[in-house]
């Protein structure tokens, strides 16, 4: 009965103990998570080594000081999908779940709760009658996100047309504009020329 009690009595302590074992890389911390490789695919664990993200594919590498991997800034990590060979980028929370949509052309880090993105915006021109098919003119804008992925700030307000297609768009657009502090952002302009804007 004794040797009973005693395992029943240490079936819950096993249970909460958790091994990782076989991974390929192990990043450090940030955000209070490390990113976890196993084959082709990242996790997160927290700081008791348990898998609080499991792993995808989906999750967009950062390079930093000692690697390439992904990583959450103000409880945001990056995510990309590809939808009609297009990839957009997104982010999710520390459970995982997507709480920005995949809809921006390219996107960064999250930096005290705001990051730059390029959202893509479409206007209809008319219609081709001979084809009986719209006609849509497609510009993407440089924005400063917060982390819900509202856009509170247009950084280019003219935009940059862009065909929204596959033959066309090989790899995301580059952002151009740069926080240089928490307030100011750097924003080249069509002159090719720095313009320093304060975001507060």
């Known amino acids: 009965m004794k040797k009973v009690l005693i395992i029943l009595l240490l079936i819950p302590v096993f249970a909460l103990a958790q091994t ?3 991974l ?3 990043a450090t911390y940030n955000d209070g998570i490390a990113a976890i490789k196993k084959d082709n695919s990242w996790g997160f664990i927290n700081k008791k ?4 993200i499991n792993f995808r594919d989906d ?8 690697g390439k991997y992904p990583v959450f800034y103000n409880n945001r990590c990056l995510i990309s999908e590809k939808k009609d060979g297009i990839q957009y980028f997104g982010y999710i929370d520390k459970t995982g779940e997507k709480i920005i ?8 880090n999250f930096n005290n709760d705001v990051a730059l993105a390029l959202e893509v915006l479409s206007q209809s021109m008319g219609k081709n ?7 849509v003119n497609y510009k993407y804008f440089e924005v400063i996100i917060d982390t819900e992925g509202n856009v509170k700030e247009y950084l280019n307000p003219k935009g940059n047309n862009i065909a929204l297609d596959k033959k066309f768009i090989k790899s995301p657009p580059k952002i151009t504009s740069k ?22």
Not at 49 to 52: C, D, H, L, S
Not at 59 to 66: M, N, R
Not at 185 to 190: G, M, P, R, Y
């Open 59 to 66: 999750l967009v590498l950062t390079k930093t000081d000692d």
């Open 24 to 26: 390929d890389l192990i």
């Open 20 to 22: 990782t074992e076989e």
């Open 179 to 200: 926080f240089i502090t928490e307030d100011l952002v750097a924003i080249l302009n069509e002159n090719n020329k720095w313009v320093i804007k304060s975001i507060k």
């Open 49 to 52: 080594g348990v898998i609080i």
């Open 101 to 108: 949509e995949t809809k921006f052309l390219n996107a960064s």
């Open 129 to 135: 009658d001979i084809l009986n098919k719209p006609i």
